[in-house]
């Protein structure tokens, strides 16, 4: 069975809804220097999941990844996109409530 890919406009962790609201207040935040991050280029094969994997412990926050680099809701971008990876996921959860 697949899981649909707007699952995640459900609660995520601790009680917080995740809407496509939400993650544009991310993005805006990382653009407005409110989130620290760092940026990577993604190469050949690589997927978000695979990345907050290893930036966070958690694939399953991908999606923080993809709303502070403006992808949307896609898992997967082409290689050489660059992307930025906030330093505390925490701190994006919290620019959606």
Same mark, same amino acid.
């Given at each position: 069975? =697949? /899981? =649909?890919? +707007?699952?995640?406009s459900q609660?995520? *962790?601790k009680g917080t809804t995740i809407t496509v609201a939400n993650t +544009? *207040?991310?993005c805006k935040a990382v653009e407005q220097g409110l989130i620290p991050y760092r940026t990577t280029v993604l190469e050949q094969g690589q997927r978000l999941?695979? /990345?907050a994997g290893i930036a966070y412990g958690d694939s399953s926050l991908w999606w923080i990844i993809a709303a502070a =680099? #403006?992808?949307g809701w896609g =898992?997967? #971008?082409?290689p050489g996109t660059i992307i930025r990876i906030p330093l505390d996921p925490n701190e994006a959860i919290?620019?959606?409530a």
């Open positions: 069975m =697949s /899981v =649909s890919r +707007y699952i995640f609660t995520i *962790r +544009y *207040r991310i999941d695979h /990345v =680099s #403006a992808i =898992s997967q #971008a082409p919290g620019m959606t």
